[in-house]
């Protein structure tokens, strides 16, 4: 077999690979870890009969959003790392299907197609 037409299965591999492994680290990445409730402190107890806060009911309030707080910029920047590794890994993925396609047209015009590819990745190719 010649080279040039081993070399256009190993850029499927390879593009396959990736995109699985992009998958994966994405899913693994971004799951998000719930805090149980067990965890949480219970609030302090209230004056009966009065619609005043004690303050230590108002610390204990601004304890809870400071954590609430932070724990939204966390997730905040877990999604923006998300997007970003999603937009490189599209971004590789296109080069990738680019270059396939590149080769495909090389080898055909040799008279030596490619090997054929899966349906999926012809659409993929087809639609960019």
Do not use: C
Request: proline fraction near 7%; aromatic fraction near 4%.
């Amino acid at each position: 077999m010649e080279p040039s037409s081993w070399l256009g299965l190993l850029a499927v591999v390879v593009s396959t690979l990736g995109s699985l492994g992009g998958t994966w680290l994405g899913r693994t990445k971004t799951t998000v870890q719930e805090i149980p409730a067990a965890e949480l402190p219970a609030a302090p107890a209230q004056p009966v009969g009065t619609w005043s806060v004690s303050p230590e009911m108002y610390h204990w309030f601004q304890e809870q959003m400071t954590a609430l707080h932070a724990r939204m910029r966390v997730l905040e920047n877990a999604e923006r790392e998300s997007r970003s590794r999603a937009d490189r890994t599209e971004r590789l993925l296109g080069l990738a299907l680019d270059h396939i396609s590149k080769q495909d047209d090389q080898l055909r015009g040799a008279g030596m197609p490619l090997v054929p590819m899966d349906p999926e990745l012809l659409a993929a190719r087809d639609n960019r």
